[in-house]
């Protein structure tokens, strides 16, 4: 799994496999023939729409008209938070899902066009978009839980009212590589997890998290709490241990030696 997760193409090539890979964590599942006929279906639809498109803002409208328009994907407004919308073979069955599965869609697609779009870890709301490095004010976005091509001035305004004080600067936000889409999918699907009080997946959220990352101790401190949750004392002291052996003054420092305290005596629970 380590191997295929930390693939880190930023044009999209290994996209698929990992995000299906991802998937399976929690489906069991990893159709990836099913997948990419999906995939070549769409890919016909939005080639049928790039005739004579000659320029990147031409290419976005296409996109968006094939894609969401014509195939009918769109954000799960009433759903949001269904694990599902993150998990690719879903999101291509559904035709629904959240920002970043959308992304998915939109940039694999775009891949096979052999159009430089590229996902985006906007704050808030994942986008993608046609970047103009020799000229930044002429980058086309697209917001594919909407369905709309998105100018510089609405990227923007977007920007400064989630981090009002910080100048925008599109090129001063990198294209997302495999990785980044990954660890921003885990993430989402973590607080889900959490949420929902489901300690196993929440569980293996972490451990994948750290295989992407594993100088986080923050996965690690956040997996030993599982762990103490599923009755594994002796898993949440190591990553506990460790956490506090490398953050002794983190402002969680305090209640994670509480945790610890608590695990003295505990035995393993038995399935």
């Known amino acids: 799994m380590a191997t295929r997760l930390n693939a880190d193409p930023a044009d999209g090539a290994g996209l698929i496999e990992a995000t299906l890979t991802m998937s399976a964590l929690f ?20 080639r049928a729409h790039l005739t004579n498109v000659d320029n990147n803002r031409a290419a976005a409208e296409a996109l968006v008209q094939a894609l969401h328009k014509d195939a009918g994907f769109k954000g799960n407004r009433n759903g949001y938070y269904d694990p599902k919308n993150s998990f690719l073979e879903e999101v291509l069955i559904r035709r629904t899902g959240i920002p970043i599965s959308l992304a998915v869609v939109y940039v694999e697609v775009a891949r096979r066009l052999n159009l430089p779009l590229t996902g985006v870890s906007f704050p808030g709301h994942f986008l993608t978009r046609f970047w103009a490095e020799e000229s930044p004010a002429e980058t086309v976005w697209i917001d594919a839980f909407e369905g709309q091509v998105l100018e510089n001035s609405e990227c923007e305004a977007r920007w400064k009212a989630i981090v009002p004080g910080i100048p925008f600067s599109p090129g001063g936000i990198g294209s997302a590589n495999v990785h ?3 660890l921003r999918m885990l993430g989402n699907l973590k607080q889900i997890y959490l949420k929902s009080r489901d300690p196993a997946f929440s569980l293996a959220c972490c451990d994948a998290l750290i295989e992407l990352q594993p100088d986080n101790k923050y996965e690690l401190r956040d997996r030993g709490l599982l762990y103490e949750q599923l009755g594994r ?3 949440a002291r190591q990553d506990l241990e460790e956490f506090l052996s490398s953050h002794p003054d983190d402002e969680t420092a305090g209640p994670v030696k509480a945790r610890l305290s608590a695990l003295i005596g505990q035995k393993e629970q038995l399935n």
Not at 29 to 39: A, F, G, R, V
């Open 233 to 235: 004392p002796s898993l």
């Open 180 to 182: 980044d889409f990954l």
């Open 27 to 46: 489906t069991g599942s990893l159709n990836m023939d099913n997948t990419e006929q999906i995939l070549e279906e769409l890919t016909e639809i939005a």
